[in-house]
């Protein structure tokens, strides 16, 4: 779309898909519009003209046949759990809910794969394999309610993406409908591909190169046994030393998740945990595979968390208490509510080794602007995720948020780093992506997304800072809410 | 959203404090664990959006409609969101005064010409007449029970003679469980076996104890079997619920204020709940004396007395049951226990040491299976889908028996079960029956 | 700098500008660019073919040991590569027929070996990269570190593409430890069907080998497994497979993990057959009724079927039990049929090559 007008939705489009999804599966009045104004990310706004629940690839390829003739632009929106604005309708248009494709098509335990439809909630795919030896590794905190086919859009990672690896380790092969209207499929489960590896590409796509209506992801076997750790250090340095020490040590943990002290007070007021409520830094650490193996794996660790100055590790002794261990991390952003009314979170990325400078530099910039920082992230990966903690209400501190956050984004671009490492650009950071990347390198991503998405009908303005939309000055710009992440 | 020409909003939901709103932070971790969303997969139907649509109305951005009216009369108050929500957001506590003041002011919408703030035939005959009145509902179920007795009831439903009876009066005929003899009622006080443990009084309920009067029974001797004294108040009342859930709040508070006084006695050490529902808005009292007449009611001594009985036991710990019941039994978990109240374990454990009994737990453990209150008859539709999705979990750990510590769900279950195969026998029961039956070396009914 | 004298026809860039003069002018010429090394070599030829040869550019340009990942040049060996990687007790984890060839050029080919059970493709491994498309333009993706989705994957678009879409200049790789010790042990079965008897348990095994190959010829099957990690966790791993087998005989070796891979000797004129993981004893039973016997990954389905007798010709084979099967046949022969052509694909190489200076084509791509 090179038009700068809105789209423009007309009674006969309206009608159009009303005849392929039936009115009881397409919402175009504005009261029940509004609530998809935004998903998790709430500092921008735009209301779609109308809502369809697709329940089909056919139903999808019909949808998006008659917003090629109609020119409407349209986007995908699976759970809208996303965390950068990646399900904002930027100009109106239609929105494509995959909600309603939900079925796990067929499980393969022998060959260890799964399809599944989009709209499968990541948590019911790892449900529904419960008992049998194998899971689904990806595993975003948000898994309870993000859908596999967001997952895709986004190459979602986790806490034990560390060892396992984020979602495109994981998914062979897509069906998706493109911005034609046809259904087309990449990847499959067998060994080899004779093609480019489009489903590579296709992961972490955003949305930007049509609609997911079917996904091939691989299944993994459980480890054997595992052992949790918590380790609690008196200083953030000593603790990101230590996270440099075990990496440098050539053990790959299944998670190692760092927390410091402003979060583990908030969720030990939450859960009750018995964590120390005077340690600097805490770090959860696991450890899994063979059951001959995890105990020495263990030791070492425990061993070089103490000579790195840890006051204590302990080994969690029971599967109840690794469960509560796990839910305190898993749930960390909820216990915010406790410290602060409104806060928001960062994705940087930094080498491992970075994260002692990464963490000092953090804290001067929350001393410098007078913001209150806390930080629970996935340090193995030196996956950071600093949370600002601010009032909605205060103007003034909302625009000291924005300008610290993007100091600390900016120095993880500086040490070597990255913006995103999961949460992905979607319309959030756009205004980064120049300075990630060369203008040749944006050229070619463009050209890319024109490969797919020619006429930039799906998904406008995401992304990339090229890809024109229709009508982007309609986008609504409020003061960030509070935002959970992570 | 709000031009010149929209035309004055009606003031709606300004007295819920601002910063429940807050609370949100739109994450959308609660929706996967919502009954209605799961169905529909519309945003409107989720908690989220739930709650946007409040705020949007608080806000002033969005207009009461009908439509917004009718997404939020679909959510079935399971507060299974709560849950799920790591924000700590108090759903029930948005949407139950919301809710209230909907019921109160009707206001006048574009589409929808003012109507009297009065409720209709159905509610006012029956949720509010009929149903909280012991009394009342004991005799209105006499004619039930004979018909039953005799059969006759199947014989209208198989020549479609129920069907002539309004649709909601007909829904409440299909949920009839099996009533049985009519059972005695409950004296006043009946002592403890064997070494004392403890002294406890018994809540009764208004539906409850004219539907479920053999589980009161089972309460209380498997209370008496484990040391406790059983009081049974007879000024105690209806817990409430109907009233305030439809927005009748002076009744609720008259209601909660004579349960409070029959409950005072300071010598009890715990106010027994057999039904969950009842047990969360028993719990709930200070809340909602906040909410609808500050200061009016000192509720504080007795709610924190009031104990579900599996809670109960749990913490009390049981002498071992004796006799075998070997079956498979499916949990049930009811929504008022499991995410009102937050008792998930305990039934379970009690269950446990039954001998002979294998627990199942069941697939999606936290939807709700349709029943809500009244929800089965305001909402046939979204009700009857929960029920088969429920239905269709059971049976899938192929129990011989299904139990539930609510008893609006045992009815909704039995209706659904009959509804899924007319032919099907599987009892549902309370856990504390089956408690019961293994203390007296009783089987399985057949 | 200019680049070295070469043989006639060859280039021998030390520099991305090179690089890009090489593609500009061969788009100028209407000539074509050959990534040198990149499977498969003999595209026929039709118009002059300049060959691109990168060991000039082979520098290390960053290994943040610690970090786990280490940034090069296009043309290093691998075997150089895994010496410098092996000196901090690190590996890239693939197996390739030829350790003398630029990673570059594996990236493209996207070899893969026996470890490719537990270790994954070079796709899990390219976290970041440099490349020349055929307008000459310099582009980057990834990054270098572990976790990012900033920008399209183009990393793993350029993973396997055979030089089609453009010259890889410079790789960021995520790294693993090496692993303190290892075991090879082949497991030998009367026949397929023990064989496949075998595999079906082992799917559910408690061990958690890197490798699970077999081989099957006429009167005799093996499973060739391999386990990585401390000794005493190796040791237990073979006492597991073992009992799982349930095998006629069992050879155990140490620490030869690493000289199996590189022997595995794929015959590249071959085709491989893809199908899914159970199906590969009746794969290969198949092919053996064809005249051909079959080694392979059984843990990821792959078969390289080659001839015993007159009657076998391994590529009709190939595709006959590829097609009975379900599954696929990749073949490194630039006209053979079961190389893919999607609408897809022939719009990704007019927008990487407009001018069609990468020789190598799909099958049925316009040039
Ligand atoms: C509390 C919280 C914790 C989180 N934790 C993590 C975490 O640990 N790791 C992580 O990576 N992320 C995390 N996230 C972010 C988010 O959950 C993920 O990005 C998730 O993958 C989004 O899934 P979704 O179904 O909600 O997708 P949506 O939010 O609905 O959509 C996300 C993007 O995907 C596109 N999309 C959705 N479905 C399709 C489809 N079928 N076809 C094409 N495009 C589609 C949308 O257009 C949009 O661009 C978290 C979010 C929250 C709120
Ligand atoms: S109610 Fe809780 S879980 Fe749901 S969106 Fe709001 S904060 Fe998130
Ligand atoms: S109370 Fe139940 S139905 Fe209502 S929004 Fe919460 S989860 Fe959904």
Redesign the pocket.
Known sequence: MSTTEPCVVTPEFLRELAQIVGTERLLDSKDELLVYECDGYVVEKSVPDVVVFVESAAEVSAVVKACVKYSVPFVPRGAGTSLAGGCLPVGGGVMISLTRMRQIVEINLRDRFAIVEPGVVNLNLSRALAGSGFHYAPDPSSQGACTIGGNVATNSGGPHTLKYGVTVNHVIGVEFVNTEGDIVRLGGPCGRQNDFDMTGLFVGSEGTFGVVTKVWVRITRNPAAYRTMLAIFDSVDDCSQAISNIIGAGIVPAALEMMDKGIVGALEEAFQFGFPLDAEAVLLIEVDGLEVAVDDEAQTITQLCTDTGAREVRLSQTDDERALLWKCRKQAFGAIGRLSPSYCTQDGVVPRTQLPQILKFIAEVSERHDIAVVNVFHAGDGNLHPILLFDERNAEQVQRVMKASDEILEKCIELGGSVTGEHGIGVEKISFMNRLFTETDLEVMEDVRKTFNPSGICSPGKLLPTAGACGMEHIERSHPGRKAAM | MSDENTPQLPVIGQSIPYERFLDCVHCGL?TS?????VETGDEND??RG?IYLMRSVVDGRLELTDKVRGHLDL???????ETACPSGVQ?GRL?EPFRVEMQAESPATPERPATPAKPDWFHRWFLYGLFPNRKWMNLALKPARWMQTLRLDRLAQNIGLTRLLPERLRRMQEQLPWLGAAQPALPEFLSAKGERRARVALFLGCVADAMFRPVHWATARVLQENGCDVVIPQSQQCCGAIHYHSGASEPAVELIRQNVSAFEDESLDAIIVNVAGCGSMLKDYTHIIDELAPGSVDTTSVVSRFKDVSEFLAELGIRSPTGNISAVAAYQDACHLQHAQQIKTQPISLLQQIPGLTVKQIGEPEL?CGAAGSYNLTQPEMSDRLGQRKVRNLLDVSPDVIVSGNAGCSLQLQAQLRKENPDRTIPVLHPIELLDMSYRGEGLPS | MSSTAAPEGWLRPNSVDEVVRAIKSAAENSTAIQLRGVVPADVPVQRRVTSLLMDDYKAVVDYPARDMTITVQAGLHVCELNRILAEEGQQLPIDCFNPAMGIGAVIASDESGPRRFGYGTLRDYVIGIEAVDGQGRIFHAGGRVVKNVAGYDLCRLLTGSRGALAAITQVTFRLKPRPVSSRLSVFTFADANKLQQALERLNTTEATPVILDFAVSEGTAELRIGVEGADASCDWQIEQLTADCQAEEVATEQNSIAQYCSSFGYRWSCPAVSVLPSQVATAARMLLKRGCVSVGHAGTGILYPSRISEVGEPRDAAIEVAAELGGSVTSWDHDHPACSNTPLTQRLLNTFDPHSVFHWKPSGAES
């Open positions: 609660c664990a919502c009954p209605t969303y989720s908690p739930r959510c079935l108050d399971c507060r299974s969101c759903y949407l709700c």
